[in-house]
């Protein structure tokens, strides 16, 4: 069992040798060990070798010497077979390079005695000696309260502002006759039907064709046109004065 001085840490290691990555417990930088070769993958490649050209010289000449290759290259594949599964003594060189790499990289990192984290030199305030969780830089602390102070009065603002001036009404108008969306125009664009609004005589107020009475000041409108009785003109329902002839109505 490998036993750190800090919780945060990547074991890199391979067969062929053993390297280790120790992490900031603040910001979670990293720093890594020397790469130490195994001595068991150095003699299991010798191995390999010597037993592979044993076992060509055998098979080249026959006879003895190609039995005694042959059990030479076995002997060679089982000791390649039992380092393969980590023998003990690469346990050993993993625990021993373990202890040399945290002694290499120990130095990079301080223990802070508030919250017991390891932290770089990044993270570590000289002037408290502590941590910068525990007790973040003055100079940084005031640049990150005047901005957040900054964000929160731009918001406060933004919510006050006037962004837009204009009149917030419906567009859609429908038609007094079909009862169907009449468009924008002067006439119905289903029936064809004039769309212009009436006013009330009594107030002036605009109302759509068809009211029978003021929605503002409950006058009777009428819904048919005005006919005047000197000259006959047909004027819109509302009207004071002929438009024709003057005549009041």
């Known amino acids: 069992m490998l036993h750190s001085f800090t919780k945060n840490y990547d ?4 067969e062929a040798g053993f390297q280790y990555e120790f992490h ?5 930088n990293g720093f890594k060990s020397t790469f130490k070769e195994s001595t068991t993958y150095k003699s299991r490649k010798r191995t390999e070798r010597f037993g592979n050209n044993a076992g ?10 190609g039995n005694l290759g042959s059990a030479i290259e076995s002997g060679a594949d089982m000791v390649r077979n039992r380092m393969e599964d ?3 003594q690469w346990r050993r060189e993993q625990e021993e390079s373990f202890d040399a790499a945290q002694e290499e990289v120990k130095g990079q990192f301080t223990k802070c005695p508030s919250c017991n984290n390891w932290v770089c030199s990044d993270c570590w305030n000289e002037e408290e000696g502590l941590c910068i969780a525990c007790a973040p830089r003055e100079s940084t602390y005031v640049a990150k309260a005047r901005n957040e102070a900054m964000r929160r009065n731009i918001d406060e603002q933004a919510e006050t502002a006037t962004v837009w001036h204009g009149k917030i009404e419906s567009r859609t108008t429908i038609c007094p006759h079909c009862g169907k969306p009449a468009g924008q125009g002067k006439f119905c664009n289903n029936c064809g039907q004039p769309l212009s609004l009436l006013k009330c005589p009594q107030c002036g107020a605009q109302l759509q064709q068809g009211t029978k009475f003021c929605s503002e000041c409950g006058h009777p409108v009428g819904g048919g046109q005005a006919v005047c009785p000197k000259c006959g003109k047909e004027n819109e329902p509302g009207t004071k004065f002929c438009g024709e002839c003057g005549t009041k109505l």
Do not use: E, H, K
């Open 11 to 14: 074991d890199l290691s391979t």
């Open 24 to 28: 900031c417990d603040n910001c979670g």
């Open 56 to 65: 060509f010289v055998g098979r080249l000449f026959g006879g003895v010497l």
């Open 86 to 88: 980590r023998s003990p």
